[in-house]
T-cell receptor
């Protein structure tokens, strides 16, 4: 157990729907990162929050949004889902805004049918 | 545009021998490099890192080498053990305050007993 909790572990939904993925960082970590891993590809950076504020954005689609709440948990919202959004979504956390050695959660596998 | 490339999708090595995993990058702005290990159904786990001011970093059986002129890094595992069988991701981060990582597509290492 890495200490980073992601729920749900698996999610199957239909095209056009909206889903919310949840991440609880390790105790004491203020940074949360979201990454997407599509089939046979590396992890693609989506967004970084530090202590409730957005710090950096990657190639995140406009249909996707995220936030970090006062209790430091984060949610990734994916809307108007398409087949191509099927992927593993990882959350990672770190103590500060500038730490590279993140701790990853075990991911949420999203399948869009 | 793949800024971090792992050209070998898989590698098989005999137990006790050396495993060498390779990674190439194209972005000169990268100044920090990491290797992550990933087992099935788990998130990536940080393994070892190196900053651009060094050319070698060693941690037990794991050594990372960085050749900046060739924009190439490698991970050596010696001796290899069956428990090292996993997917290994190379990742790179930019200079400055941004801490998002760019990942390669991974190499599946299989250590044969």
């Amino acid at each position: 157990d890495s200490g980073v909790t992601q729920t749900p572990k698996h999610l199957i939904t239909a095209t056009g729907q909206r889903v919310t993925l949840r991440c609880s960082p390790r105790s004491g970590d203020l940074s949360v990162y979201w990454y997407q891993q599509s089939l046979d590809q590396g992890l693609q950076f989506l967004i970084h929050y530090y202590n409730g504020e957005e710090r950096a954005k990657g190639n995140i689609l406009e249909r996707f949004s995220a936030q970090q709440f006062p209790d430091l948990h984060s949610e990734l919202n994916l809307s108007s889902l398409e087949l191509g959004d099927s992927a593993l979504y990882f959350c990672a956390s770190s103590e500060g805004p500038g730490d590279y050695g993140y701790t990853f959660g075990s991911g949420t596998r999203l399948t869009v049918v | 545009d793949q800024q971090v490339k792992q050209n070998s999708p898989s590698l098989s090595v005999q137990e006790g021998r050396i495993s060498i995993l390779n990674c190439d990058y194209t972005n000169s702005m990268f100044d920090y490099f990491l290797w992550y290990k990933k087992y099935p159904a788990e998130g990536p786990t940080f393994l070892i890192s190196i900053s651009s001011i060094k050319d070698k970093n060693e941690d037990g059986r794991f050594t990372v080498f960085l050749n900046k002129s060739a924009k190439h890094l490698s991970l050596h595992i010696v001796p290899s053990q069956p428990g090292d069988s996993a997917v290994y991701f190379c990742a790179a981060g930019p200079a400055g305050s941004a801490r998002q990582l760019t990942f390669g597509s991974g190499t599946q290492l299989t250590v044969l007993p």
